[in-house]
């Protein structure tokens, strides 16, 4: 099956700065790619995706890059503010099938 | 908005119980979803079903069972409950055929003592 490996567990940056966190995968068949945010005492919220198809995308201060041939993928936030601070996870699947595989989680501090 | 409610946002049972844990969504979405999330090791996949009376094993099935009866409604059951399975517990449901985005539950944080 699928495994999802997520790096760094835990990730402070001043305010402002870029936060970088990768993942990597195993089934050279996924082909969708999406970012979970977790808030304190919520479940979490999808904030950004990215299919097989295309190599980069944006959302405002997000991205997230695809490398289909290293079967790795990253998301950046840019100019990182308070409310930045949660858990990420990333996550891989093959579309059209239900399971999706998540990464171990990424808790983001972002320091004032 | 899509709506997943869980039943419980706290649960304390006893070594032994049968647990019932309920989640309800008001979207008509076909797949729903039970997680486990225990720190260091993510968002587990416990079952998961893409119809009425319909349902997988997902990676730590072990322990548990489920039951859809209805659309809007999964329920994840732990037979004998016990300690190992202290932890949280989210609900999941989607409905896009391409299996895009889920929505999640706030969680039951369960403790079994």
């Known amino acids: 099956g699928e495994n999802v490996e997520q790096h760094p567990s835990t990730l402070s940056v001043q305010e402002g700065d870029s936060a970088v966190i990768k993942c990597t995968y195993s089934?050279?068949?996924?082909?969708?790619f999406p970012w979970y945010k977790q808030e304190l005492g919520k479940g979490p919220q999808l904030i950004i995706d990215i299919r097989s198809n295309v190599g980069e995308k944006k959302d405002q201060r997000i991205a997230v890059t695809l490398n289909k041939t290293a079967k790795h993928f990253s998301l950046h936030i840019t100019e990182t503010q308070p409310e930045d601070s949660a858990v990420y996870f990333c996550a891989a699947s093959i579309e059209s099938y239900q399971k999706v595989t998540f990464g171990t989680g990424t808790k983001l501090q972002v320091i004032p | 908005d899509v709506k997943v409610t869980q039943s419980s946002r706290y649960l304390v049972k006893r070594t032994g119980e049968k647990v019932f844990l309920e989640c309800v969504q008001d979207?008509?979405?076909?797949?729903m979803f039970w997680y486990r999330q225990d720190p260091g090791l993510g968002l587990r996949l416990i079952y998961f079903?893409?119809?009425?009376?319909?349902?997988e094993k997902g990676d730590i099935p072990e322990g548990y069972s489920v039951s859809r009866e209805k659309k809007e409604r999964f329920s994840l059951i732990l037979e004998s409950a016990s300690t190992n399975q202290t932890s949280m517990y989210l609900c999941?449901?989607?409905?896009?055929?391409?299996?895009?985005?889920?929505?999640f539950g706030q969680g039951t944080r369960l403790t079994v003592v």
């Open positions: 979207m008509d979405h076909e797949n």
């Open positions: 089934d050279s068949a996924s082909n969708y």
């Open positions: 079903s893409y119809d009425v009376k319909m349902k």
């Open positions: 999941a449901s989607s409905g896009d055929p391409l299996n895009t985005e889920a929505f």
